[in-house]
Structure formats: structure tokens, C-alpha cells
């Protein structure tokens, strides 16, 4: 509940009200957003004691523009939490890491090349970790093992047989693991509330969702370079294969860093990039979560480049599941419905520019549109919108409880959780089946083939040429031991 309080209070409301409005938030809505910003505040302003404060490393920090940085920049803004360590493989990004650190009053973090001895401070409660996807389950599993509480980037694994892996270590550690899932929390609570709506059957059965995530970037083969100085590519590769470092000459196109994710072999391009989050909230939004579909097959898709030097993802594609209710999730590269003209909380339609041409809902749009027989939805990082004026403009009568508390910091829930020992809004539970989904996805692509899936085995049923793919064999060293 708001409490009556000083003008500056009451002005800090009413600016919070009209911001969220202008986000495109039902004013209803925006006022439950606002009563969880102030019950953060009143925790935040609470005195942190030394032995509360959160000793914390960051693995895989990268470059500028890596979600390392992000997360690292959600993290330091929390009350009482404190950097002392970061690793990354490439010299080069740690040392431009540790320089913002120490700019930011972290003054005497260390640099490690090598996750391992990062780890080895005893002093350090918890990590974040933005490493290639090929790592995270390997990253992750020692560092719960080693004491520590974990946020993960998304996408949780790398294969379904690793987000089995993560499960099993989560409950035997009794550690707290948060995937960055963050469309749960962030964005305003703009999907909560999309996920809030369907729960609460605004648009009646939900017959389609179509998760519009992107196509996937092409290459023509990339040559072999020198490895960098500042990177120890053997280390960087870990589990994989050994393979020729590639770079274009106009440094472009790589199998490293960013452009990892357009590779199989170290991601599941689109499907576990954008994947992640759209299809998370698909699962969140039907009732899905640790369960999953039960049919996995590819409408349609281009073929991907057989150059073993080129981006080898599927450039455009259609995937749908199907699950036990009937309902059909689609997640694709773009050509889905050509929803037009949609109203948003006003019950208008939004306009471009200067109100001179609406703003229509593509075929091709990133987000997702929940298809229901009374009705649609299209939610984006950008808006929520209905194909009705009293879809968004009515109330929620009875709350569907989609959590026990409404965080509006994916990364604040982490630390609260920490504390609390209460499950993150986005546990190992709920990113590993949200990651299995988009892991079929990929198995589908790749397979060609229609498959049939148990979501409680967590297996393909008939056949063991799919059931394979549900793993990767490591290099040596390497071994995912569970």
C-alpha cells in the first residue's frame, strides 16, 4: 500500500506514475509497479551491516558491449554489494574491466585469466557469470560447488543434458542460482503483466504464440588469424572443439566473442539468444514452467552455410511446439501475423512521429503475440498493445499469483534471495526448462525432423538418434561431472 508522505515523496510517485503511463503501462497497473518501487526503497534505505555486504566476482566481464558489462552494471548499484575479483580469458577486456571497476570505487578488485582461481577466494559469496554460452554449466556448477551463490546469464546451457546437470548441482548445494531471464522483473513489468493477462484468460484460450526472435546473421567463410595476444584461445574453446581462431579483415565476423552465437557449436544462435527470452515468457504465460510441449517440429527454415568457417545457424526459420492443451507456440525468425492496427492502455492506436501515421504491428516485429479466441496481445520491450480498447484498460481481478512478490530488479531478486533462501523469480528450475525449449528447437532444426517429447522424463520419445543431441561430447579435459 502507498503511504501519504512528504511532497517530495508524493512527487516522486506522481513521476513514477507518469513515466510507467508513457512506457505504455495501464495506469492500474503502473500503481502496483509503483507500491513494489517504494517497498524497495524503504529496504534499500535499511542500514547494511559489514556482515551483510555481498562479496562478489564477475566471470566473464568482456567487451563493451558484452552482457558482462550489464550485469556487472545491475549488480553495483545494489546497497552493500562489493567487486573484489573478475576474470575473462581475453587480457585485453579484463584489464579495460578492471580499470572501470576501480573508476566505480572498486579500488583493490584482481584480474584472473582463469575462472579456477577466481574461485578460489573464499571470501567471495557470489558471482555473476556472462561467459560464452559453452561455459556456463561448467562455470556454474563450480562455483556453486565452491560455496558460492550464482547469477547466469541466459542462456542457462549450452545442452539439455547440462541444464540437467545445473539442476541436480542447485538442489544438492543449496545454493541460490538466478537466470537472466530478465523480462520476468525488468522492462517495467511490461511481460508480467502480458503473462498476468493470459493466466488470467483476458483473451480467453490462447490457440497461437508467435515469439518473434530475429533471423540469424550469415557469413561467407571467415578466415583463419592470428590468435590475439591478450586471448588464450585454448582456454576460451574449453569443452569444444580445437578449432583455428577466424577473423574477417574487416573484423566483422569471428567465431569469438560476440559473434560466438551464430555458431552451433558454442550457441543456438536466435533460438537461444532472443529464444530465451521470448520463449521463457511463453512457457511463463501458459502455466509451463519445469514442464514444457510435447510435439517439437520445424514449419519452415533456410538452409545454413555447410562452410566450417562460416556462421553455420539457420537464417531464417519457423519452429512450433505444440503442447498437451492444444496450444501452439511458434518461435520465429519473422513472418508471423500481420496483427496492423492494435490500442493501447488510452485504447488508442499509437502513432508515429508526430501523430501523423499509426503505429502498426508488423509481421516481422521482435516480441511476442498471444493469439486467443477472444482476442490479441502483442508485447515488446517497447509496448504493450491488444487488438480490444478494454483488454489493457480493465483491471486484473483476481491476482494469478506469478510470483510471491512482484521484483522490479531481475538482479535485486538475486540478492534478495541470497538473503531470504526464497527461489528467484527466475530459479534453475524455470531457466533450465525455459532453455530445454529453446534447446528442442534447435535439435528440431538441425534434425529436420517432427519429434514427440516427454516434459516430465525430459526425453524424445522413439528415438535415440534425437535423444543424443540432448548432449556433447567434451575435450579432454573437460568433463561435466554430476
Known sequence: MLHRGTLSRRGFISQSMAGLTAAGMPGWYAAQVIAAQEKAKVEEKKTVSAADRMIMGAIGIGSPKSRGRAIYGAAKAIHGVQYVAACDADTGHLKNALDMMKKDGFSDVVGYPDYRNLLDDKNINAVTIATPDHWHALVAIEALRRGKDVYLEKPLTLTVAEAEALRKVVKETGRTLQTGSQQRSDMNGMFRLAAELIRTNRIGKIKTIECRIGKNPVSGPIPKAPVPKTLDWNLWLGPTANVDYLLSKDGQNTNCHYEFRWFYEYSGGKMTDWGAHHLDIAQWSLGMDGNGPIAIETLEADAPSKDPTAYNCHPNFKVQYTYANGTKVIAMSGGGTNAGEMFNKDGKVPMIGKDTKPRLVGPDENGI??????????????????????????????????????????????????????????????????????????????????????????????????????????????????
Do not use: Q
Open 369 to 482: 503475440l498471444f493469439i486467443g479466441e477472444g482476442g490479441n496481445i502483442f508485447v515488446s520491450r517497447s509496448m504493450i498493445v491488444a487488438s480490444d480498447k478494454k483488454l489493457l484498460a480493465e483491471p486484473i481481478k483476481v491476482d494469478p499469483n506469478l510470483y510471491d512478490g512482484r521484483p522490479i530488479s531481475h538482479m535485486a531478486n538475486f540478492f534478495d534471495c541470497v538473503k531470504s533462501k526464497k527461489k528467484p523469480i527466475c530459479d534453475v528450475e524455470i531457466g533450465a526448462s525455459s532453455v530445454t525449449v529453446c534447446h528442442l528447437g534447435v535439435i528440431a532444426l538441425r534434425s529436420g525432423k517432427k519429434l514427440k517429447w516427454d516434459p516430465i522424463a525430459r526425453k524424445f520419445l522413439g528415438d535415440d538418434s534425437a535423444n543424443k543431441m540432448l548432449s556433447r561430447e567434451y575435450r579432454a579435459p573437460w568433463k561435466l561431472e554430476v
